[in-house]
């Protein structure tokens, strides 16, 4: 199952992420979840329950992880290229109910957003 939240700022949308998460995580049929927090803005973690300085230390997933491709008509297109298990091994976060975060979209500093 995939599960994707959007909408306007400030509507609740890293309370619900958050919290779904974590229900399905420590359900009685527990499921293996990942949460990926792709707000440039990023606080999914403390809703998942993950200590501020463990948060902190988080590392956004770099870019150079997509691959630009060619098509033979010419288009281009990206993909992720990574194995998934050793991208989630470097840059992944776990949280007490065993739900792993990983960071995406994170600005470095001030004007690169
Ligand atoms: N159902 C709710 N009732 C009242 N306040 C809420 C509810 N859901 C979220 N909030 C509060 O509203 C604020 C914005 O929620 P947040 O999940 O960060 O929104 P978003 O991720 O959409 O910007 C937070 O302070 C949060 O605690
Ligand atoms: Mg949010």
């Known amino acids: 199952m995939r599960l994707a939240i959007a909408g306007k700022g400030g509507t609740g ?19 293996q979840v990942l949460a990926i927090d792709a707000d440039t803005n990023p606080n999914l973690a403390s809703v998942l329950g993950i200590a501020p300085q463990q948060a902190q230390a988080i590392v956004g997933l770099p870019r150079s992880l997509m691959e630009r491709r060619t098509r033979e008509d010419g288009t281009t297109h990206v993909v992720f290229g990574a194995d998934p298990e050793s991208v989630l091994r470097e840059y992944g976060a776990i949280g007490p109910d065993a739900v792993r975060l990983m960071v995406m979209g994170k600005v470095g500093h001030g004007g690169a957003g």
């Not at 309370?15 to 499921?31: E, F």
């Open 13 to 31: 949308k890293t309370t619900i992420a958050g919290t779904l998460a974590r229900v399905l995580a420590r359900s009685a049929a527990p499921r």
